[in-house]
């Protein structure tokens, strides 16, 4: 027999969840209007590179996916129940992220060693842009992950939690090589979250500002650059450390890093393009050349 009440709950927690994804794509969406615009400090060609296919493309793009999440977080979350530290986890793994992709996007570094480089840098005293994004990244992971934990984990669960948010910022990173490849990615992550379970409020913002830019970045006219990447993949990390305890933890970080130390040796394009499921997946919703 159903249980009646509970049943009821987690249909109110899917509508919540729902609406706080309308809202946040629908903010995401008038902020992509306006930045296209040109409403943007510095003007919109600071923001424009050539893409894979020797095509120019806009970055702004992961700059209305940050506006828009913490937007939706702020202006969404209160309405739909959504408690203020888990709004402030939002905002800060959010911004973190994003501050120190706009730093690399801006400054069109040449700086690219790789994870094992950067680390090699940091261990002589030398700090690269890569160096510092791991910094970042791991700060603003502390940071987010210890709002939406609050008094409930200890200093080792809190540390892996961050852990899994700057692993999973540099993992979206490193899938934003092809059209709409990344935000597919974290699509198919959040899914799940936002199906099942208790409430998924970081999922929800975080995919309803995806969905929202998604079509764009089919089209192959804007891209998420590491000003977006970073904060998708970040918040991605941030709403499964919401489901997950110690062990979910320790295991999701096993997976990251192997995955990122497979990417020093293997290129994620190739073995896409070899594996025929994966092949159509990232290839569903691009136009025919």
């Known amino acids: 027999m159903t249980n009646q009440p509970s049943a009821c709950r987690a249909s109110r927690s899917r509508g919540c969840d729902a609406a706080l994804a309308a809202g946040s794509a629908a903010l ?13 400090p510095g003007g919109a060609a600071r923001w424009e590179r ?18 828009g999440t913490i937007a939706g977080a702020m202006v969404c979350g209160p309405a739909t ?39 090699g840098a940091l ?43 700057a692993g999973s910022a540099n993992l979206a990173n490193l899938l934003d090589l092809r059209p709409g490849r990344a935000l597919k990615a974290a699509g198919l992550a959040l899914l799940p979250l936002l199906l099942t379970g208790p409430r998924s409020p970081v999922a929800a913002v975080a ?36 489901r997950q305890g110690r062990v979910g933890r320790v295991a999701t970080v096993v997976v990251i890093t192997g995955l990122t130390l497979a990417s020093e040796r293997v290129s994620f394009t190739r073995v896409i393009e070899a594996t025929p499921v994966l092949r159509e997946l990232d290839a569903l919703g691009r136009p025919r050349r």
């Open 123 to 165: 261990r002589r005293g030398q700090v690269t842009t890569g160096s510092l994004k791991i910094l970042v990244l791991g700060a603003s992971g502390i940071v987010g992950v210890a709002l939406l934990d609050r008094s409930s984990a200890g200093l080792p669960d809190t540390a892996l939690g961050a852990a899994v948010v």
């Open 50 to 67: 050539v893409n894979h296919a020797g095509e120019p493309v806009t970055l702004l793009e992961g700059a209305a996916l940050v506006g």
């Open 207 to 242: 995919g309803g500002a995806a969905a929202a830019l998604l079509p764009a970045d089919l089209r192959g006219t804007s891209m998420l650059g590491d000003t977006g990447a970073n904060p998708l993949g970040g918040l991605v990390g941030l709403a499964l450390v919401d």
């Open 81 to 119: 129940g959504v408690p203020g530290h888990r709004v402030a986890a939002v905002c800060a793994t959010a911004l973190g992220a994003a501050a120190i992709g706009a730093l690399d996007d801006l400054r069109q570094s040449a700086d690219r060693k790789g994870l094992a480089g950067h680390l």
């Open 28 to 40: 995401t969406g008038a902020l992509w209007a306006q930045l296209l615009r040109g409403l943007v």
